[in-house]
């Protein structure tokens, strides 16, 4: 009973950085205008990976708001979510480094 309240708590957490993040990716401005094609290119992986990253983070989300409360299954939803997080992150990171490089 124990190691499913910790494994629960580790869920919820997981859920609200995932919603946290899924939401600010949403207020992400990139309409910027470039002049030069590598501009226009670097707009357009940066606005892919913004994509990317949402949908990595709503995916996680969803998933631990439709995972059973059963020991395996919320283990093996955190493990996955971890990923998930992660690639998002990576993602978030790549669009907001491109922006940067557009605003210079």
């Given at each position: 009973m124990d190691?499913?309240?910790q494994e629960l708590?580790?869920?919820v957490h997981r859920h609200?950085?995932?919603t946290?993040?899924?939401?600010?990716t949403v207020f992400i401005d990139?309409?910027?205008k470039p002049d030069l094609k590598s501009g226009r290119r670097a707009l357009a992986?940066?606005?892919?990976?913004?994509?990317?990253?949402?949908?990595?983070?709503?995916?996680?989300?969803?998933?631990?708001a439709r995972t059973p409360v059963v020991m395996?299954?919320?283990?093996?939803?955190?493990?996955?979510?971890d990923v998930y997080l992660s690639l998002g992150s990576v993602y978030l990171l790549i669009s907001l480094a491109l922006s940067v490089y557009l605003r210079c």
């Open positions: 190691e499913e309240r708590r580790r869920l609200l950085v995932a946290v993040l899924a939401i600010s990139l309409d910027l992986c940066a606005s892919v990976c913004k994509t990317l990253a949402e949908l990595c983070f709503t995916m996680v989300a969803v998933r631990i395996e299954s919320m283990r093996k939803s955190r493990e996955a979510c």
